[in-house]
């Protein structure tokens, strides 16, 4: 089946720093991607939809230049945390469609901590 | 009220308990629904994928979409301990890259 690749799975950085983390998908093509948010013992909130080779386009009351994406080929999409503070903190989870048809794969997710 | 509701839990059962999880939907518009199981700190996993109305069995588990009632369901036959999960419905409108939204989430513990 298909699998998405996000990296690295746990980041711990200094606050005002800024963080990047990468999804792939290793096994198809995918011309969106998608980035979500989870807080612990919620569900997961769509942050953006990530569409190769455009802006990306962000949910209602996420900021736009904190969080930058980045979507340049059709394997890669990148999410940088900007200027990150405590309360970015979190888990952080990508996911493409499989063009075959199964529904959406998921990465693993990136642990964030901003100290 | 949103969109997709779902029993928080937590749901408690002893092992080889049948479990029953559910989701309810207000958005007609919604044809493709999924059932993912999330591991603490993991990513989710896909288990069950079905479009439209209707039944799908996989091993253990079995999915129902019933759209008349907008109501869906998971199965789960002869329940294990690593079974113990959190359970998350999903569903997309009709076609190309919509995005899914998700249910709350059921964590279910299969004790043994």
């Known amino acids: 089946g298909a699998v998405v690749s996000q990296h690295p799975s746990w980041v711990i950085c200094k606050s005002g720093t800024s963080v990047k983390i990468e999804c792939r998908s290793l096994?198809?093509?995918?011309?969106?991607m998608f980035w979500y948010r989870q807080f612990p013992k919620q569900s997961l909130m769509l942050m953006a939809t990530?569409?190769?080779?455009?802006?990306?386009?962000?949910e209602q009351g996420v900021e736009k230049d904190k969080f930058l994406i980045n979507h340049a080929s059709l394997t890669l999409s990148t999410l940088t945390v900007t200027s990150a503070h405590p309360e970015d903190s979190s888990f952080y989870i990508c996911?493409?469609?499989?063009?075959?048809?199964?529904?959406?794969?998921f990465g693993s997710g990136t642990r964030l901590t901003v100290v | 009220q949103k969109e997709v509701e779902q029993d928080p839990g937590p749901l408690s059962v002893p092992e080889g308990a049948i479990v029953s999880l559910n989701c309810t939907y207000s958005?007609?518009?919604?044809?493709?629904f999924m059932w993912y199981r999330q591991y603490s700190r993991k990513g989710p996993e896909l288990l069950m994928y079905?479009?439209?109305?209707g039944n799908k069995e996989d091993g253990r588990f079995t999915a129902q979409v019933d759209k008349s009632s907008k109501y869906i369901s998971l199965f789960i036959r002869d329940s294990q301990p690593s079974d113990s999960a959190t359970y998350l419905c999903?569903?997309?409108?009709?076609?190309?890259?919509?995005?899914?939204?998700f249910g709350a989430g059921t964590r279910l513990a299969v004790h043994p």
């Open positions: 999903a569903m997309s409108a009709t076609g190309g890259y919509n995005k899914l939204i």
């Open positions: 079905t479009y439209s109305s």
């Open positions: 096994d198809f093509q995918a011309t969106t």
């Open positions: 958005n007609s518009a919604f044809q493709y």
């Open positions: 990530s569409n190769e080779g455009s802006k990306a386009t962000y």
């Open positions: 996911s493409a469609r499989d063009p075959r048809g199964s529904g959406y794969t």
